[in-house]
């Protein structure tokens, strides 16, 4: 069987804890717009050994545990912005500050605010 993200978001779901039906199509969790879905993939959970159903309640078992262990943990890709980049972005070019002649004249020169003239504050 082809564990597709459905069948492993419903094994770590039951990691957690026991739960019914019910809790998976009244959506108790964040699960988006696919609870009619659950019944079919706990199915197939259980026809494969990693789910069981005992009454109304469905339970993970040894096996389903041990899948969640060997599912290996999804690295986050560089995101590449429609194809133009090749290599991440370490943002070096902005810590030269390489401002143009003239663009901090502004300081010089008080604000007002109401009837108070303002100097701007001077970093340290």
Do not use: C
């Amino acid at each position: 069987m082809e564990m597709k993200q459905q069948h492993y978001a419903i094994l770590k779901r039951l990691h957690h804890g026991a739960s019914s039906l019910k809790r998976f199509t009244d959506k108790d969790a964040e699960v988006g717009n696919q609870g009619f879905h659950y019944l079919r993939y706990l199915n197939d959970l259980q026809n494969f050994g990693y789910a069981l159903e005992i009454g109304d309640v469905w339970h993970i078992t040894g096996f389903g545990v041990a899948k969640l262990a060997e599912q290996k943990p999804r690295v986050a890709k560089d995101r590449v912005a429609a194809g133009t980049t090749t290599e991440t972005y370490d943002g070096a070019d902005l810590k030269h500050g390489g401002n143009r002649v003239g663009a901090s004249d502004f300081l010089k020169y008080p604000s007002k605010f109401g009837d108070n003239l303002t100097f701007p504050r001077t970093s340290v």
